[in-house]
T-cell receptor, first 114, second 114 residues
Framework: DQQVKQNSPSLSVQEGRISILNCDYT??????FLWYKKYPAEGPTFLIS?????DKNEDGRFTVFLNKSAKHLSLHIVPSQPGDSAVYFC?????????????FGKGTHLIIQP | ETGVTQSPTHLIKTRGQQVTLRCSSQ?????VSWYQQALGQGPQFIFQ???????GRGNFPPRFSGLQFPNYSSELNVNALELDDSALYLC?????????????FGPGTRLTVL
């Protein structure tokens, strides 16, 4: 049973527009959420995180929104740039990223078109 | 500051063999986690090591084992390899202090079991 779901395997967005990547989770014990970006032949790179005590966290072009009642989070990238083309993974943890590890979704392949 | 490194990059083994994968954590990080990423899937948590002891474990059988050394580097050992063990194996390091800790990933080792 998948506890973290990314229902869009791929997403195509025009350069300069907003990219919105979505993630749903089922485990109500998750209290820490992260987004990672992965290029081919590289490991995932940490982008941004949010704890369950917040509903929004912003870092430059990246903003993560958390809706605990809907068990839903989203990553907004504004404006989208060609270098943003990658696979984006949503991850969650019960213990702030500690001993139970991170639970990942299957990823969304973001393609930024010129 | 040195990032997370893993060796080897690629490895081919046959069913029933044993394999050892290696990881050096990011400078200053004392915790190492291992993940398995099958094709088209997100990374799955195998286990975590802190202070040279297993600190948490995902849903993997005992033939997956590990070690952490005093310099915080780590090994993942897999015995009796099966075809389904073919995957990208990712190592991630983090600091155990603090409530919320991002995990920083290495580039991975691609294991193929024939």
């Amino acid at each position: 049973d998948q506890q973290v779901k990314q229902n869009s395997p791929s997403l195509s967005v025009q350069e300069g527009r907003i990219s919105i990547l979505n993630c749903d989770y089922t485990n109500s014990m998750f209290d820490y959420f992260l987004w990672y970006k992965k290029y081919p032949a590289e490991g995932p790179t940490f982008l941004i995180s949010i704890s369950s005590i917040k509903d929004k966290n912003e870092d430059g072009r990246f903003t993560v929104f958390l809706n605990k009642s809907a068990k839903h989070l989203s990553l907004h990238i504004v404006p989208s740039q060609p270098g943003d083309s990658a696979v984006y993974f949503c991850a969650a943890s019960e213990s702030g990223g500690g001993a139970d590890g991170l639970t990942f979704g299957k990823g969304t392949h973001l393609i930024i078109q010129p | 500051e040195t990032g997370v490194t893993q060796s080897p990059t690629h490895l081919i083994k046959t069913r029933g063999q044993q394999v050892t994968l290696r990881c050096s954590s990011q400078s200053g990080h004392n915790t190492v986690s291992w993940y398995q990423q099958a094709l088209g899937q997100g990374p799955q948590f195998i286990f975590q090591y802190y202070r040279e002891e297993e600190n948490g474990r995902g849903n993997f059988p005992p033939r997956f084992s590990g070690l952490q050394f005093p310099n915080y580097s780590s090994e993942l050992n897999v015995n009796a390899l099966e075809l389904d063990d073919s995957a990208l194996y990712l190592c991630a390091s983090s600091l155990a202090t603090g409530i919320y800790n991002e995990q920083f990933f290495g580039p991975g080792t691609r294991l193929t079991v024939l």
